[in-house]
T-cell receptor, first 109, second 114 residues
Framework: GQNIDQPTEMTATEGAIVQINCTYQTSGFNGLFWYQQHAGEAPTFLSY??LDGLEEKGRFSSFLSRSKGYSYLLLKELQMKDSASYLC??????????WGAGTKLIIKP | SQTIHQWPATLVQPVGSPLSLECTVEGTSNPNLYWYRQAAGRGLQLLFY??????ISSEVPQNLSASRPQDRQFILSSKKLLLSDSGFYLC?????????????FGEGSRLTVL
C-alpha cells in the first residue's frame, strides 16, 4: 500500500531551527512535495525534490533520500508566523499526490 | 496572474439535501483541476480530477459527483448528503502542460452536514 508518515505535532522556539521528517512508501516515485497550511486556510506550495540532496529556499530547506524513502523540511530562524501545519506529499507513478496527515508546528516565544 | 476562487466558504446542510460547490480559475487556460477533501487528522483525499472539459476521473466511489462545464470551471455536487460528507473541501489547479505536483488551492469550503 501507499503510505506517508510524519509526526502529528512538534513544538519549537522562536528564532530556533526545527526539522520535520517524512517517510514515504508509494507505487513509483515522481517527486516529494512540502506544503504549508495555516489553520483554516488552504495549503500553499513550499518545495519540491526529485533528486537526492538538499534544496534551499530562504529560511526553508528540503532534503530527499530516495533510497531511504525519507525527506525532511528544515525551518531556520523560526518566526511566529511559521506556526502552521506542514504537509508532506509523494507523487506516485500515476503522477498523483499521496498526502501525509500533516505536522502541526507550534512556535513558542 | 492566476487566481482560483471557490464558494461558498462555509455551509451547513441537513442530511439528504443537495450540494453544489463551485470553483473557477482565472489567468490560465486548460488547467488540470482537482477536488480534495480534508478530514481532521488525515491527509488530503483526492475526490476528482479533470484534465479537460467533460473529462472527469473519480478516485473514490461515493455519493459525490463532479462536472467541468467550461475550461476553468469545476463543480462538486451531491444529490443527497450524508453525515460522512462533512469536511473541508478544496479545489486546486495545476499547469496542464506537464505533470506537476505544484498545486494552487482555492480558499476552501467547510461543509457541515447535520
Amino acid at each position: 500500500g501507499q503510505n506517508i508518515d510524519q509526526p502529528t505535532e512538534m513544538t519549537a522556539t522562536e528564532g530556533a531551527i526545527v526539522q520535520i521528517n517524512c517517510t514515504y512508501q508509494t507505487s513509483g516515485f515522481n517527486g516529494l512535495f512540502w506544503y504549508q497550511q495555516h489553520a483554516g486556510e488552504a495549503p500553499t506550495f513550499l518545495s519540491y525534490n526529485v533528486l537526492d540532496g538538499l534544496e534551499e529556499k530562504g529560511r526553508f530547506s528540503s532534503f530527499l533520500s530516495r533510497s531511504k524513502g525519507y525527506s525532511y523540511l528544515l525551518l531556520k530562524e523560526l518566526q511566529m508566523k511559521d506556526s502552521a501545519s506542514y504537509l508532506c506529499a509523494s507523487m506516485d507513478s500515476n503522477y498523483q499526490l499521496i498526502w501525509g496527515a500533516g505536522t502541526k508546528l507550534i512556535i513558542k516565544p | 496572474s492566476q487566481t482560483i476562487h471557490q464558494w461558498p466558504a462555509t455551509l451547513v446542510q441537513p442530511v439528504g439535501s443537495p450540494l453544489s460547490l463551485e470553483c473557477t480559475v482565472e489567468g490560465t487556460s486548460n488547467p488540470n483541476l482537482y477536488w480534495y477533501r480534508q478530514a481532521a487528522g488525515r491527509g488530503l483525499q483526492l475526490l476528482f480530477y479533470s484534465v479537460g472539459i467533460g473529462q472527469i476521473s473519480s478516485e473514490v466511489p461515493q455519493n459525490l459527483s463532479a462536472s467541468r462545464p467550461q475550461d476553468r470551471q469545476f463543480i462538486l455536487s451531491s444529490k443527497k448528503l450524508l453525515l460522512s460528507d462533512s469536511g473541508f473541501y478544496l479545489c486546486a489547479w495545476s499547469a496542464g502542460t506537464r505533470h506537476t505536483g505544484e498545486l494552487f488551492f482555492g480558499e476552501g469550503s467547510r461543509l457541515t452536514v447535520l
